[in-house]
């Protein structure tokens, strides 16, 4: 298996334009989660699905922050409109057992930079 | 509130040297909790989970850690580290109330040959 891919590595936008980052959790796995992780705060988790469905998103800071997870291949995280502070290091990671007490597996994060 | 604590953001050993990155929590509940580390360049990976059982942890690449809960701690140590252990290290501490997994800062470890 190819382990938890995401996609862009890097993406670089200007402030107000909206972002898409992309996540396929590993096959098997039934959950899939969203952090990020910045020199301020550290590894924040945003938002974790269980079987596509969304447990808890209190991570997520605030309305321009959405995700979806249409199939269990596949989720989305989007900013909407991006601001400088969004600028970060996100990482998608799945598991297989749908709790936060087993291992997760980490993708190698989008480095996000907002102008 | 309920928080994760890693002592150190920098470390710089020589190789060989030992190692101890300390970790500590605020909660009083039951925990489970983990090393995680990120080789340069790379995604976090697992070295080492406690649950339940002996309090002294064994990992991959040599690491353990001891969870001692009247401490509230989950040290990670190493008797003898290489320049290839260059990496950040986070401890991770699953909260059963409020079903919360936090992260540490993590610690940045530098190896020189």
């Known amino acids: 298996d190819a382990g938890v891919i995401q996609s862009p590595r890097h993406e670089v936008t200007e402030m107000g334009q909206e972002v898409t980052l992309r996540c396929k959790p590993i096959?098997?796995?039934?959950?899939l989660f969203w952090y990020r992780q910045t020199m301020m705060r550290g590894l924040e988790l945003l938002i974790y699905f269980n079987n596509n469905v969304p447990i808890d998103d209190s991570g997520m800071p605030e309305d321009r922050f959405s995700a979806k997870m249409p199939n269990a291949s596949f989720s989305t995280l989007k900013i909407q409109p991006s601001e400088p502070r969004d600028s970060a290091v996100y990482f998608c990671?799945?598991?297989?057992?749908?709790?936060?007490?087993?291992?997760?597996?980490f993708g190698q994060g989008t480095r996000l930079t907002v102008v | 509130a309920q928080s994760v604590s890693q002592h150190n953001h920098h470390v710089i050993l020589s190789e060989a040297a030992s190692l101890e990155l300390g970790c500590n929590y605020s909660y009083g509940g039951t925990v489970n909790l983990f090393w995680y580390v990120q080789y340069p360049g790379q995604h976090l990976q697992l070295l080492l989970k406690y649950f339940s059982g002996d309090p002294l942890v064994k990992g991959i690449k040599g690491f353990e850690a001891e969870f001692i809960k009247s401490k509230f701690s989950f040290n990670l140590r190493k008797p003898s580290v290489q320049w290839s252990d260059t990496a950040e290290y986070f401890c991770a501490v699953y909260m059963e109330y409020g079903n919360k997994l936090v992260f540490g800062a993590g610690t940045i470890l530098r190896v020189k040959s």
């Open positions: 990671a799945s598991s297989l057992r749908g709790n936060l007490n087993t291992e997760a597996f």
């Open positions: 096959s098997g796995h039934n959950s």
